[in-house]
């Protein structure tokens, strides 16, 4: 096989790196290693920054997600029983962020892809990738037990945390910069009416909570457990009665409902660097992970492959070089500014062990500041609706 780019994973990165450089006539092909089936169920995130909606409007894949999206100008922080929203509407002139399940961009992206005859080979197994420190690039990978080689001229990592392509990197070229977190999320899918209009984050003396949603009958719902909590000592009464004290609001009653997924997630921020070596590129979980609680995986990810498709766009149209050379250090300025914000959200929302009387009451006061002061209060908008995007363009 041969394309102009080899693309490993088909998350949201690799979708829509593949479908826009489709958009600039480059070609592509996507490797897969699970199932359609798998991609399009897994729960992920939900939050689309105003970027991202967007992006995938421009891209024509954002008529599901305009009719079925909600759009929400505000979220509400919790403590101490009480409310305080944080209006995005007033703060940030009008930017709002999108609820709409990953999995269901990932399906109209996988449905935009296969309808403009785009490659994707789900089920690719044993994926490896062979001379992409010159100038003949390829990936090799079986397909229904038949080994193919697909040769390329350039290789984007798509393919998450725990893929193939970061680790293929001589390792002493590359440098990681990670923090674990003491804790975890345990996260709920309910068939219950969201009991808030907008997100609600929650800081608890036991622990952090978030109400979130994905339709108008589903709610997501997320509360802080330890690392190696064990999802059989969470029955549905477990869950709920943390849930409804830690969310506990007066005048405020959390609906319940039947429990239809649940998991929990450890959390860590990670970055390496650079996201990028010879002809190979990575790009979303493959090069940084961010805490949930700043709602930015999904988004970081289509920026990383918004710079990354004009830079191999620019590489095709002229032969520069220049964008596609500059690619990690234009991506890695976004990439530590969202990590700082989810850092930061992580640690005033959480309740650290470590902690003692006088953090707390600083975490208190950090939640009492930017709940109080417009400027911290536009602080918090303007990153969590989305910093604007900086994309180079040739010459710059
Ligand atoms: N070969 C082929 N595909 C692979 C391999 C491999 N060796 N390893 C992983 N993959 C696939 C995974 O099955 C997955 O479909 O790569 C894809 C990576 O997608 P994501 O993990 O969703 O990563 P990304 O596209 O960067 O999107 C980041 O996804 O995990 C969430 O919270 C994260 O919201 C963020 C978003
Ligand atoms: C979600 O709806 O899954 C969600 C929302 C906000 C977050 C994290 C997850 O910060």
Redesign the pocket.
Known sequence: MRTQVGI????????VLSHLLHRRGIDSVV????TRE??QE?V??GVLEQNTVDLLTEIGVGERLRREGLVHHGIELRFQKRGHRIDFHELTGGKAITIYA?AEV?KDLIEARLAANGTIVFE??D?SLHNFDNAQPSIR?RQNGDAVELACDLIAG????????RPSIPQPALAAYERVYPFAWLGILAEAPPSSGELVYSYHDRGFALLSMRTQQLSRLYLQCTPAEDIENWPDERIWKELHTRLAREGWKLTEGPIVQRSIAGMRSFVVEPMQYGRLFL????AH??P?TGAK??N??VA?VCILANAITEFYRSGNRGLLDKYSETCLRRVWKVQRFSWWMTSILHRFDADNGFDRRRQLAELDYVTSSRAAALSLAENYVGLPMEIPHPGT
């Open positions: 490993v994973g088909a998350g949201p990165a690799g979708l490797l897969e290693s699970r798998y991609v897994r992920r995130a990953q990932v690719a197994s994926v990978f798509c393919d998450g945390f725990h893929g193939v392509c790009a979303g979980d493959a992970i961010v949930p995986g999904l970081l990810a990383d």
